[in-house]
Each structure stands twice: as structure tokens, then as C-alpha cells.
């Protein structure tokens, strides 16, 4: 998780967004976004589309390898 969690942080201050600003455009609380990018859990999978078109591909590849590495333990 901390690949997925390091990149989104990585992206939200390139382009220049507060974690509130992300959280309300994905419609989702703070809290929840917080946890994504501290490491502590992963989107959900129904967040996911909204969040790959928020953000684009960048995330992709480290989300699904996250994910399966998540679901193989």
C-alpha cells in the first residue's frame, strides 16, 4: 500500500490540491481519503473508476498490484 499511497500523494501536490479538495470532488469524506494516502487501507474497488478518472492512469498499474498483493495474503 505504500507504493499506491506515496504516488497519490505525489500527485496531489504536483497539482496543487488539498486532501479536502480531492475528497469533495470524489465525494467521499476527508477521513477516508486520508487513510488512502497514509497507507492505512486501499480505495474500494466501486471507488475506483471515479478515482482513475479523477486522476488518471498514473495510479492504475500501482492500485491493481497493490490489490492483488493485498488479496494473495
Known amino acids: 500500500m505504500k507504493e499506491f499511497s506515496k504516488t497519490l500523494k505525489e500527485i496531489r ?15 467521499i469524506p476527508m477521513s477516508t481519503y486520508r487513510l488512502w494516502e497514509y497507507g492505512t487501507s486501499l480505495p474500494h474497488v466501486n471507488k475506483w473508476n471515479k478515482i482513475k ?3 488518471g492512469d498514473e495510479l492504475n498499474e500501482i492500485y491493481v498490484a ?8
Open 13 to 27: 501536490i504536483r497539482e496543487g490540491l488539498t486532501q479536502k479538495e480531492i475528497a469533495t470532488q470524489l465525494n
Open 66 to 73: 497493490e490489490r492483488m498483493k493485498k488479496f494473495s495474503k
Open 53 to 55: 478518472y479523477y486522476f
